[in-house]
């Protein structure tokens, strides 16, 4: 099951009480105090790992806690910091905090570890407290209590492309033809209920990440159909590709304008992301050609943008594809290649 949000309570360790205790040996008389601090509490950290691609391990939990820390112990003896809770997300996973929606921590490159929580400081012992006017003291002070908060999980996929459509395109054909990703694949709507994604290679040195995700319909940044669980997973990509049905019963523009207005809506920084479009199932069109001529015209777009002109309000390129027949596929993966590396640039 392919989990990407989830929400619980998080609390690191109270500290542990200092110790109130006096020396008592034989043969020594005035002792004295020697009760030992506390330990720390445990802190709660949170680590990006390639080897997890989902949030399921945190479905149904309410709290989770690092340890407290141990008391502090008589002859001046620390106690043991408690363990530290560190939680395992994938790539990608965006910590909030559920009451106020602030970002609290953003886990993007594998393997980093930070800190989210930190434990409570261990109390002092009585030896702590020893002077000419009080030489037994009996007061140790209490460890300081953890923090607390409720957290909101969010996973965006990290890919360099991403595949926006309405259902039943082809993208699910076109990233099962360019990668290794194998999708479900049928001739009816939203085959595609989660996210994926394949490693495109173009060349022997070169290739990308595309995502897929499940087809968007209008209205979807009101919350209709299954795109808006899911568009935050294209917010991370670099560069959007719209794919546009030339064969459906819906015309291309207004394919066209319906996506870019819910991409929109959705969020405005990631309608500036630098797209291109590729009209879909060419080879089952009756003038493939005529209607690609029809939506530059349309547009007022060009074909192809020469790259060192390139304006980021237009797309890069317009080009007709047929994923099942593998028709332009080859030129399709270079000039997203070609994108991509003028965004690196």
Same mark, same amino acid.
């Given at each position: 099951?392919?989990?990407?949000?989830?929400k619980?309570?998080?609390?690191s360790?109270?500290?542990?009480?200092?110790s109130?205790?006096?020396?008592?040996e034989?043969?020594?008389? #005035?002792?004295?105090?020697?009760?030992g601090?506390?330990?720390?509490?445990?802190d709660?950290?949170?680590?990006?790992?390639?080897?997890?691609?989902?949030?399921?391990n945190?479905k149904?939990?309410?709290?989770?806690?690092?340890?407290?820390g141990?008391?502090?112990?008589?002859?001046? /003896?620390?106690?043991?910091?408690g363990?530290?809770?560190?939680?395992i997300v994938?790539?990608?996973?965006?910590?909030?905090?559920d009451? &106020? *929606?602030?970002?609290?921590?953003?886990?993007?490159?594998?393997g980093?570890?930070?800190?989210?929580?930190?434990?409570?400081?261990?109390?002092?012992?009585?030896?702590?407290?020893?002077?000419s006017t009080?030489?037994a003291?009996?007061?140790?002070q209490?460890?300081?209590?953890g923090?607390?908060? /409720?957290?909101?999980?969010?996973?965006? #996929?990290?890919?360099?492309?991403?595949?926006? *459509?309405?259902?039943?395109v082809?993208?699910s054909?076109?990233?099962?033809?360019?990668?290794?990703?194998?999708?479900?694949i049928a001739?009816?709507?939203?085959?595609?209920?989660?996210?994926?994604?394949?490693?495109?290679v173009?060349?022997?040195? &070169?290739?990308?990440?595309?995502?897929d995700?499940p087809?968007?319909?209008?209205g979807a940044?009101?919350?209709?159909?299954?795109g808006?669980?899911?568009?935050?997973?294209?917010?991370?990509?670099?560069?959007?590709?719209f794919?546009?049905?030339?064969?459906g019963y819906?015309a291309?523009?207004?394919?066209?304008?319906?996506?870019r207005?819910?991409?929109?809506?959705?969020?405005?920084?990631?309608?500036?992301?630098d797209?291109a479009?590729?009209?879909?199932? $060419?080879?089952?069109?009756?003038?493939?050609?005529?209607?690609?001529d029809?939506? $530059?015209e349309?547009?007022?777009?060009?074909?192809?943008?020469?790259?060192?002109?390139?304006?980021? &309000?237009?797309?890069?390129?317009?080009?007709?594809?047929? &994923?099942?027949?593998?028709?332009?596929?080859?030129? #399709?993966?270079?000039?997203?290649?070609?994108?991509?590396?003028?965004?690196?640039?």
């Amino acid at each position: 099951m392919f989990i990407d949000s989830v929400k619980f309570q998080i609390r690191s360790g109270h500290g542990g009480a200092g110790s109130s205790s006096f020396r008592r040996e034989k043969f020594v008389e #005035l002792g004295g105090p020697d009760g030992g601090d506390g330990g720390a509490g445990g802190d709660v950290y949170f680590i990006a790992d390639n080897n997890t691609h989902t949030l399921e391990n945190y479905k149904g939990k309410r709290l989770l806690k690092a340890e407290n820390g141990v008391p502090g112990e008589p002859k001046r /003896m620390t106690g043991r910091k408690g363990e530290d809770l560190v939680l395992i997300v994938p790539p990608g996973t965006a910590i909030y905090d559920d009451e &106020s *929606g602030e970002l609290l921590l953003d886990m993007v490159e594998p393997g980093e570890k930070k800190l989210l929580l930190k434990g409570g400081k261990g109390g002092l012992g009585n030896v702590h407290f020893k002077s000419s006017t009080n030489q037994a003291p009996t007061y140790a002070q209490p460890g300081m209590p953890g923090e607390e908060r /409720m957290v909101r999980l969010e996973l965006k #996929l990290i890919a360099d492309v991403g595949l926006v *459509g309405f259902p039943n395109v082809g993208k699910s054909t076109l990233i099962s033809t360019v990668s290794n990703a194998r999708p479900q694949i049928a001739d009816y709507e939203f085959t595609t209920l989660t996210p994926k994604l394949g490693r495109v290679v173009v060349d022997e040195y &070169s290739g990308f990440v595309m995502a897929d995700i499940p087809g968007i319909i209008e209205g979807a940044s009101d919350g209709r159909g299954l795109g808006i669980e899911f568009l935050r997973h294209v917010e991370r990509t670099k560069v959007l590709l719209f794919m546009i049905d030339i064969a459906g019963y819906r015309a291309p523009t207004e394919q066209f304008e319906t996506l870019r207005n819910e991409v929109e809506k959705f969020s405005p920084i990631l309608a500036e992301r630098d797209y291109a479009v590729a009209l879909t199932r $060419c080879d089952a069109a009756e003038d493939a050609e005529r209607a690609l001529d029809d939506f $530059c015209e349309y547009f007022d777009f060009k074909r192809k943008q020469d790259i060192y002109e390139y304006d980021p &309000s237009r797309p890069y390129f317009v080009m007709s594809i047929s &994923s099942a027949a593998n028709i332009r596929i080859k030129e #399709l993966k270079f000039a997203l290649l070609e994108l991509l590396n003028r965004e690196k640039a």
